[in-house]
C-alpha cells in the first residue's frame, strides 16, 4: 500500500544529497525550517535553493514534523 501524501509550500534554502531545508509555516502558521529527507518527497516544483513552491510528501514525515496534526 503507497503512502498517503499532501502538499506543502516552501521556500528551498538548501539542498544536499540527501534532503531538503527548507522553510514552511507549521500548524501555528509560525515559520519553521525544517529538513526534509529527499526520501519522503514524491515531486516538487522547486528545482534551486531559493525556490518557492509545492512540495509532496509522505502524510507520515508531515505527522512526524507536525505539519499536519495526528487523526486520532
Known amino acids: ?8 509550500e ?19 502558521n509560525k515559520t519553521i525550517e525544517e529538513w526534509i529527507p529527499k526520501s519522503q518527497v514524491k515531486s516538487t516544483d522547486c528545482l534551486a535553493e531559493g525556490d518557492q513552491g509545492s512540495m509532496e510528501s509522505t502524510e ?4 512526524l514534523q507536525e505539519l499536519i496534526e495526528e487523526e486520532d
Do not use: F
Open 1 to 8: 500500500m503507497a503512502d498517503e501524501t499532501i502538499d506543502i
Open 60 to 63: 507520515w514525515n508531515a505527522k
Open 10 to 28: 516552501v521556500t528551498i534554502l538548501r539542498i544536499t544529497e540527501k534532503a531538503y531545508l527548507v522553510e514552511m509555516e507549521d500548524l501555528d
